[in-house]
Nanobody, 124 residues
Framework: QVQLVESGGELVQTGGSLRLSCAAS????????MGWFRQVPGKEREFVAA????????FYADSVKGRFTISRDNAKNTLYLQMTNLKPEDAALYFC?????????????????WGQGTQVTVSS
C-alpha cells in the first residue's frame, strides 16, 4: 500500500520559485505513474503535471508548461514539482497522487492514492 505526504508549500512572491516534494511509503512507488493536482476553494481539483513510473515522459497543464517541472527519484521514493515564475493564479492546495492502474493520464479519476496536500500561497 502506498501512502503519500506532500511538503514544501509556503508563501512566495509573484515571480518566485518553490519546490514541492511528495514522500511515498511502500516498495511499489516506482511502479506507478504519479501526478500533481491543485485545488482552490469552490473549484474542482485540476491537473497540473504527471509522469511515468520511470520519469521518462511528462504531461503538463497548458497553464504551467514551461514554468513547472515534474520529476521523481525512485531510489528516494519521492516525487517533486519544481515551480518557477509563480503567479497569483498558481495559489492552491497542491496534491500528489499515484495511479495504481499504471495509466498515465491527466484525469484525476485514474489516480487512486492521494496525499493530504500542501498549501501554496502567492502574493502579488
Amino acid at each position: 500500500q502506498v501512502q503519500l505526504v506532500e511538503s514544501g508549500g509556503e508563501l512566495v512572491q509573484t515571480g518566485g520559485s518553490l519546490r514541492l516534494s511528495c514522500a511515498a511509503s511502500g516498495r511499489t512507488f516506482s511502479s506507478y505513474p504519479m501526478g500533481w493536482f491543485r485545488q482552490v476553494p469552490g473549484k474542482e481539483r485540476e491537473f497540473v503535471a504527471a509522469t511515468t513510473w520511470d520519469g521518462g515522459t511528462q504531461f503538463y497543464a497548458d497553464s504551467v508548461k514551461g514554468r513547472f517541472t515534474i520529476s521523481r527519484d525512485n531510489a528516494k521514493n519521492t516525487l517533486y514539482l519544481q515551480m518557477t515564475n509563480l503567479k497569483p493564479e498558481d495559489a492552491a492546495l497542491y496534491f500528489c497522487a499515484a495511479a495504481r492502474s499504471g495509466i498515465l493520464t491527466r484525469s484525476q479519476y485514474e489516480f487512486d492514492v492521494w496525499g493530504q496536500g500542501t498549501q501554496v500561497t502567492v502574493s502579488s
